[in-house]
């Protein structure tokens, strides 16, 4: 068993009315542990389902929507907070597709504010945030320190009155990394919005999204990862996207984003043995919603930190982590 | 997973997986007499699942987890699988119930009626709920109050009633054994017992009722009765919500009508007696 | 038991709560204090508790530890940080506090470290912080 | 006294709720709920014309209507709610 019928259901929705109570069953709760119900129930739309599950629907609608709706108020403060500032501020992943109302926003769950800012602008930000009710989410020096030297991002911040979490971004991937996508480039080339914040190019947008799924990440949510990078290569021009990704180093993994949207949502496409590998850890979901594949998804957690950084400095990453109890989380 | 059950409880239907064959035995047995859900499509799926590779076997640990889980919550024992299931459940419906506004409080109801009681755990709302049960009111839920959203009216949830330490003697003595369920002792939460609402209160679980009366009970040293401002009452019971953000307009819509329509008293009593002669009384004084 | 007069029908889609007459118009005490409280749930321990029952500075389950001036909990002894306060505070106690009394038997700066701990209980995760104290252990 | 003015966006972005001794705003782009006392509810109504007010501005208006005390500490706090109710987004900075 794995998260195979989830991928079915969105990739041809009509299926679903096929499916007997416990295939139900499972498809709901692989959806949910994936957090893509919402995308999930806006796929089947009005299609006939059962009555249970028609509520079950429903309800992840509602939710999705609520979701959108804080997600866009937190860009708003954030717009709020940082307009004394007049650096460009950008938004990512789910609120910018939210924010420009792209098809990959449809049902999504959104969770945290990411924004990306020029690095030099970092601590004016920083400031602007703190002085707006934003505070450190959990105060812990060595965080604060690693963060500051390697990571492409500040410590998150939450909001005092909200409990929103707000990442803020200098680039794209941990500046130490192999690849080194130009983030003054895409900041550059971003598209403005009318409340004063913007969104990356509909190229770079691929980019950042394909850069965190298979250049960074350990591949947590890959499958909601990947369905946005297929919402997204739906009108894309292929020749600018190729001619972009190049630019950022991230030729390889763009065309393997391709194969992978198109052979699990798409019409299909031809894999390498690579491929195969990745697609067995994006399907390690079983039918109550538990992970599997447990050795695998431990593999890639591994390779997740190996991509961050050099093996030395990841000893040291991990004995500081492991000396002071930090269980991952 | 290895072992299986499907319950509904009032609007509810909740799929439990488990590793284990006991908890869902002791479920299935103390839910014998509740209605089979029309059909085996779940609301929620809860797991009790190992909390580490080898708890399996070796001194067998839960971790209560589902659609929706607690990263930090504690393992609990084997010996309280039947505790791990409630809570499991509990868990779904808390973070992921949308159908109406969810209050932490207990309620019965009384010719069409409903009396709704909240307050923190150990406030006594789950004894009384379950004494007035047992005293011709109809118990519809020790746990959950499920306010609807365009109606006001309240539904039930009447899950096992879970009596804590000194009401199980309390309840022991006035239901009969076969509606108790197993002695669950040493719970992070002390001993606990379950009750099973009577068969007439489980026959009604789809009936709502007009609710009429708000009370904040604690147990206290002398008895007390003091009325609560409305300002009061709207903010206690955004905390005892688990889902009024979530719902966004709708939910505050409902819960401003269930302000300003329901009366609220707080009330001290220092034994169970003098707490349902309260009731009683003021029950009696409404118009 | 009289029924409140404002029925819940009349539910204002504008504002006209206000009452349009030359009263007195309360603006608020010396320093202007918040005349606005937004709900969240996570507001469980110090809403509820500021409105009419106690607060313990910190909490029982972490009743050995002490008070940093920006309220959060350390371990006992770490300098510059205040004892816990042995007893609960009244929600009124706390209200007259935090709109620019001092808590009872505090000095200045232990009463701001309190009034900090106290604000910080209102950030936590929303939604859930009220169930989670009730049913999970800590 | 700032010059900065403040606008009340659109008058159904928040519904509202009388209690006996409060009352409720839900404000329907963040999804928040606020409970208000005086002078909150008689600032918001002032602004409901969704005009550009500078502090004083606003305060005049509400002169016009309601005692409120000497003028010097009055217009303190009215900046001093404005800026909170900004900071909400109940108003915004025009």
């Known amino acids: ?329 | 997973m290895r072992h299986q059950l499907t319950l509904g409880i009032g609007p509810a239907t909740f799929r439990i997986g488990s590793a284990w064959r006991q908890p869902l035995d002791q479920l299935a047995r103390l839910y014998a007499d509740y209605p089979q859900p029309s059909g085996t499509i779940a609301d929620f799926t809860v797991r009790l699942q190992p909390a580490g590779f080898t708890r399996r076997w070796l001194r067998p640990s839960i971790f209560i987890t589902g659609d929706h889980g607690l990263a930090d919550a504690a393992p609990m024992s084997l010996a309280h699988g039947l505790l791990a299931a409630e809570m499991g459940m509990n868990l779904q419906m808390a973070l992921g119930w949308r159908r109406h506004l969810l209050l932490h409080a207990s309620s019965v109801e009384r010719d069409g009626r409903a009396l709704v009681m909240t307050g923190e755990s150990g406030s006594g709302k789950s004894t009384l709920a379950a004494q007035l049960g047992e005293r011709g009111w109809r118990l519809m839920g020790d746990e959950f109050a499920l306010l609807d959203l365009d109606t006001g009216m309240i539904f039930p949830f009447p899950r096992l009633v879970s009596l804590k330490n000194r009401a199980i003697d309390v309840i022991a003595g006035e239901a009969p054994p076969e509606r108790m369920g197993p002695l669950l002792a040493g719970t992070a939460k002390g001993d606990i017992r379950h009750l099973v609402p009577r068969a007439d209160a489980i026959a009604a679980m789809g009936q709502g009722a007009r609710p009429a009366m708000l009370i904040f009970p604690r147990f206290g040293p002398e008895a007390e009765l003091r009325a609560v401002g409305q300002g009061e009452v709207f903010m206690r019971l955004t905390q005892a919500s688990t889902n009024y953000v979530a719902l966004g307009e709708p939910g505050f819509a409902a819960l401003t009508r269930f302000v300003t329509s329901v009366p609220a008293r707080a009330i001290d009593f220092p034994s169970g007696d003098a707490a349902i002669a309260m009731v009683e009384q003021l029950w009696d004084q409404l118009p | 038991m009289s029924e409140p007069e404002n029925s819940p029908e009349k539910q204002d889609d504008g504002l006209n709560l206000a009452v349009p007459s030359r009263r007195q118009l309360l603006m608020g005490g010396a320093v202007a204090a918040s005349a606005i409280v937004s709900i969240r749930p996570a507001l469980a321990n110090t809403a509820a508790s500021v409105l009419n029952c106690t607060i313990n500075v910190p909490d029982q389950a972490r009743a050995g530890q002490a008070i940093a001036p920006t309220g959060q909990v350390v371990p006992a002894g770490t300098p510059g940080s205040f004892a816990s306060a042995g007893k609960p505070f009244t929600g009124e106690q706390v209200k007259q506090a935090m709109r620019g009394g001092r808590l009872p038997g505090t000095a200045y700066d232990q009463n701001q470290a309190y009034l900090n701990y106290i604000r910080r209980l209102q950030s936590g995760t929303s939604g859930f912080t009220c169930y989670a104290s009730l049913q999970m252990p800590r | 006294m700032t010059t900065q003015r403040y606008r009340r966006e659109d008058a159904d972005a928040t519904v509202a709720c009388a209690l006996e001794d409060m009352a409720l705003l839900y404000h329907r782009p963040s999804g928040q709920t606020h409970m208000v006392i005086s002078p909150v509810p008689e600032l918001l109504d002032q602004m409901g014309d969704g005009a550009a007010l500078t502090p004083q501005e606003l305060h005049d208006r509400m002169a016009q209507l309601y005692d409120l005390g000497p003028r010097e500490e009055a217009l303190a706090q009215v900046e001093a709610h404005l800026a909170e109710l900004a900071a909400l987004g109940l108003v915004r900075r025009a």
């Not at chain 1, 059962?50 to 709706?69: G, K, S």
């Open chain 1, 1 to 329: 068993m794995s998260a195979r019928p989830l991928v079915h259901a969105l990739r041809d929705p009509a299926t679903v009315t096929g499916l007997d109570e416990s295939g139900w069953n499972a498809l709901i709760a692989m959806a949910r542990a994936e957090r893509l119900i919402g995308t999930l129930a806006h796929r089947i739309g009005d299609r006939p389902v059962p009555q249970a599950v028609r509520a079950i629907l429903t309800d992840a609608l509602t939710d999705a929507e609520r979701e959108a709706r804080q997600a866009l108020w937190e860009a708003d403060r954030a717009a709020e907070a940082l307009a004394p500032l007049d650096g460009p501020v950008i938004l990512l992943k789910g609120t910018a597709y939210a924010a420009a109302s792209l098809s990959a926003a449809q049902g999504r769950f959104i969770g945290d504010l990411d924004i990306l800012v020029p690095r030099d602008a970092l601590p004016m930000v920083e400031q602007a945030l703190f002085a707006a009710g934003w505070e450190w989410v959990k105060s812990d020096p060595y965080d604060d320190a690693y963060y500051r030297q390697w990571m492409h991002e500040l410590p998150p911040l939450i909001h005092a009155s909200r409990d929103r979490i707000i990442d803020v971004h200098h680039t794209v991937l941990p500046l130490t990394a192999r690849q080194t996508p130009d983030a003054a480039a895409m900041i550059a080339d971003a598209v403005p919005l009318p409340n004063g914040l913007a969104i990356l190019s509909p190229e770079d947008r691929i980019c950042h999204s394909v850069a965190h799924l298979l250049a960074d990440g350990d591949m947590q949510g890959g499958l909601r990862n990947l369905w946005d990078i297929h919402c997204l290569l739906d009108g894309a021009d292929d020749r600018r996207l190729a001619q972009r990704a190049a630019r950022h180093g991230l030729a390889r993994h763009v065309r393997q984003a391709q194969r992978l949207a198109a052979a699990l949502y798409g019409d299909g496409a031809r894999l390498t043995l690579w491929d195969r590998i990745v697609i067995a850890r994006l399907l390690a979901r079983d039918g109550w919603g538990r992970e599997r594949r447990k050795l695998l998804v431990f593999a890639f957690y591994i390779r997740s930190h190996w991509l961050r950084m050099p093996p030395a400095m990841l000893a040291h990453h991990l004995f500081t982590k492991w000396r002071k109890g930090h269980r991952p989380a």
